[in-house]
């Protein structure tokens, strides 16, 4: 690990204009993410600010009924909240299908939603990279490709991204809000937070530099039948190959967003319309364009076949 320098910020303004002051610093809360690319050498800040004192760590009621989470609340913690249990029960779902118990445990809300996009070779640094070094090509494309994406993807990057909670928060419309270096604050759709590849998938947010997350709202609950569904190579600890995360009211209709198939969490509004025509159609409306390799093309059956099975559960009594 490469020599970094290390303060404290006091306030949320703060740390976005210490990022601004001090060139190659990066934000640090739980670090389970951005520490382990400095031990690999893939990420090298040459100065880190912690934000964990800045006491944004809470869950507190909206006036419009929803509720404001905290950049800093903890992944357990959003997990285990009664109120998200009781009415945004996707992503109690989708954050306890994540990762390991212990690293839920110092996880954050913001650290999350900001993970690299990344696939194998992401992490070999002899093997070029376009997130690493752009313009050093994809070695995805052509190599090992079978956990990858299949829509959204470019000649650049094939990668897809990892979250699980980012999915259901797509799912549930959160808007995420942020504070600049000069002070001021905007808040932003989730669906616009992340990008697509492109010819630049090193840029992977529509965050300013040095924006900081303060916080995610939640839009008053939805009803119905929540569920996440994870498929994956084995039962712990490992990314999906594709997820489906799904609200489904009693008539049949709902909101549906994917993980596992793009450089994002992908949700397509207009297609859920064919929801009441099943999965199949479903499947072929939501993943429209799809441009799977010949390693990962079964995502689309993958895909279809959990579509039914979510529902399905949703028409099986409780």
């Not at 039962?235 to 450089?263: E, K, P, T």
Request: with cysteine; net charge positive.
């Amino acid at each position: 690990m490469r020599p970094f320098t290390y303060s404290r910020a006091k306030s949320p303004a703060e740390a976005a204009g210490l990022a601004a002051q001090i060139d190659g610093s990066r934000f640090i809360a739980g670090g389970t993410n951005l520490l382990d690319l400095m031990k690999l050498d893939i990420e090298t800040p040459t100065h880190l600010i912690d934000v964990n004192g800045l006491a944004l760590d809470r869950i507190e009621a909206t006036s419009d009924g929803g509720l404001r989470v905290g950049a800093l609340v903890r992944n357990t913690d959003l997990a285990a909240d009664p109120r998200i249990r009781k009415d945004y029960a996707v992503l109690s779902r989708a954050l306890l299908a994540g990762a390991s118990g212990q690293l839920r445990n110092v996880a954050t809300t913001a650290g999350n939603l900001l993970q690299r996009t990344r696939c194998p070779y992401f992490y070999d640094t002899n093997q070029p990279c376009n997130k690493r070094q752009p313009g050093s090509g994809c070695s995805a494309i052509g190599g090992f490709s079978r956990p990858l994406g299949i829509i959204g993807v470019s000649d650049a990057c094939i990668a897809t991204h990892p979250s699980d909670m980012a999915v259901a928060m797509r799912l549930l419309d959160a808007q995420v809000e942020t504070v600049r270096p000069d002070g001021t604050t905007r808040t932003l759709p989730i669906a616009d937070l992340h990008r697509l590849p492109g010819n630049t998938p090193n840029i992977e947010t529509t965050l300013g530099a040095h924006e900081l997350i303060t916080a995610v709202t939640l839009p008053a609950p939805l009803g119905g039948t929540h569920i996440y569904q994870k498929v994956r190579d084995r039962a712990s600890y490992a990314f999906a190959l594709i997820s489906v995360a799904a609200v489904i009211q009693n008539d049949g209709s709902g909101r549906v967003a994917l993980g596992g198939v793009a450089h994002k969490p992908w949700r397509n509004e207009a297609a859920e319309a064919a929801m009441a025509q099943g999965a199949k159609a479903l499947t072929a409306q939501l993943l429209a364009g799809a441009t799977p390799t010949d390693q990962n093309a079964f995502k689309l059956t993958l895909v279809e076949r959990t579509l039914a099975s979510v529902m399905a559960q949703a028409r099986t009594p409780a």
